[in-house]
């Protein structure tokens, strides 16, 4: 898992600067920000939404229709589970709800030994679903056991 900066407001108005001369750039923006902080601030909505013209709830709206964007810090390890159709035809649906059990956590939630649960659409390993990625190395055939090997494995 990469380390990220602790939030900093003035690092975060030289994020955007950098960035606001793009075409289009509230995702590349947005990118940025997660890249250094490993989320987007709530403070970081209004200094995007002023550099680029936008209304805060223009900005809010593009971090919350992309799951991708964390409004919070994650967790040390990232689980990332496939929702996509070909692995729901799988059974990941169950497993999933098996998963989230286990961990006692919600979609996007951190355990209490630092586990991020993200729900994702398709990683492109449809012959081998159920699918996930654990701290982005992937995991074909995901059953509850193989997470827990792989998430062993990653905090070694």
Same mark, same amino acid.
């Given at each position: ?37 490993? #989320?987007? %601030?709530?403070? /970081?909505? $209004?200094?995007?939404?002023? @550099?680029?013209? =936008?209304? +805060? *709830? !223009? ?6 229709? #992309?799951? %991708?964007?964390? /409004?919070? $810090?994650?967790?040390?390890? @990232?689980?990332? =589970?496939? +929702? *996509? !159709? ?71």
């Amino acid at each position: 898992m990469p380390s990220y900066e602790p939030w900093n407001a003035s690092r975060a108005v030289g994020i955007v600067s950098d960035h606001a001369h793009l075409e289009g750039a509230t995702l590349p923006i947005l990118h940025a920000l997660q890249e250094a902080f490993g #989320y987007v %601030d709530a403070e /970081a909505v $209004p200094l995007i939404a002023d @550099a680029l013209n =936008l209304s +805060r *709830a !223009e900005v809010h709206g593009c971090i919350s229709f #992309y799951h %991708d964007f964390r /409004a919070h $810090p994650a967790g040390r390890h @990232a689980v990332k =589970l496939c +929702r *996509a !159709e070909a692995c729901q035809a799988m059974g990941s649906d169950r497993l999933h709800g098996e998963i989230l059990s286990r961990f006692q956590v919600g979609w996007h939630g951190t355990t209490a030994d630092g586990v991020t649960v993200e729900p994702v659409y398709c990683l492109g390993l449809c012959a081998n679903g159920p699918a996930a990625l654990v701290d982005g190395e992937p995991v074909a055939h995901l059953t509850i056991d193989g997470l827990e090997a792989a998430l062993a494995e990653s905090r070694a």
